[in-house]
T-cell receptor
Framework: NAGVTQTPKFQVLKTGQSMTLQCAQD?????MYWYRQDPGMGLRLIYY???????DKGEVPNGYNVSRLNKREFSLRLESAAPSQTSVYFC???????????FGSGTRLTVV | GQQVMQIPQYQHVQEGEDFTTYCNSS?????IQWYKQRPGGHPVFLIQ?????EVKKQKRLTFQFGEAKKNSSLHITATQTTDVGTYFC????????????FGQGTELSVKP
């Protein structure tokens, strides 16, 4: 039972480079989310997808794009990385009401 | 926009002492969730509270949801070293599409 799988686990980018963070869940969840975590600021919602084929902006969407490829996969793309995007990125999914989010193990991204 | 504030930011206790973290929302919540994140790990769902005035217990952990559904607390009785980590509250406001907004977290350290 893998749950939510994120790749890569670590990444170092140069300013201006692009990359895609991958996320897949095997729990047949409809909703998927991308959060970033910075020291002292908790987790902030970047984008979310309530169901396959839909995406919506969260609290901090600028500089990011997402794709809900199918029910299992939800990717996050940085088109032109900036040092301010250095963070830990978590993908999460949610099943039926009454249950919490299941988080992946995170991607630790450094932009130099 | 919706804000969830959590205090204190840090708490250092001696093993066996009690611990409480408090969460306040700027808006009325449909439900509130609590998560625990171990150092270097990812958030793990602990519990969800839905009803006004609700109290739930998990062994040494007691969770409360305020009467106005705008505040919540987590109390740990007789802390153990295994309780070390950061505790997050996260709220879902009405008419916000189910988006979960996290507080900044309370980092708990326990001295043996």
């Amino acid at each position: 039972n893998a749950g939510v799988t994120q790749t890569p686990k670590f990444q170092v980018l140069k300013t201006g480079q692009s990359m895609t963070l991958q996320c897949a869940q095997d729990m047949n969840h409809n909703s998927m989310y991308w959060y970033r975590q910075d020291p002292g600021m908790g987790l902030r919602l970047i984008y979310y997808s309530a169901s396959e084929g839909t995406t919506d902006k969260g609290e901090v969407p600028n500089g990011y794009n997402v794709s809900r490829l199918n029910k299992r996969e939800f990717s996050l793309r940085l088109e032109s990385a900036a040092p301010s995007q250095t963070s830990v990125y978590f993908c999460a999914s949610r099943g039926d009401r009454g249950y919490g989010y299941t988080f992946g193990s995170g991607t630790r991204l450094t932009v130099v | 926009g919706q804000q969830v504030m959590q205090i204190p930011q840090y708490q250092h206790v001696q093993e066996g002492e009690d611990f409480t973290t408090y969460c306040n929302s700027s808006t009325t919540l449909s439900n509130i969730q609590w998560y625990k994140q171990r150092p270097g790990g990812h958030p793990v769902f602990l519990i969800q509270l839905v009803k006004s005035g609700e109290v739930k217990k998990q062994k040494r952990l007691t969770f409360q949801f305020g009467e106005a559904k705008k505040n919540s607390s987590l109390h740990i009785t007789a802390t153990q070293t295994t309780d070390v980590g950061t505790y997050f509250c996260a709220g879902v406001a009405y008419n916000q599409g189910g988006k979960l907004i996290f507080g900044q977290g309370t980092e708990l350290s326990v001295k043996p």
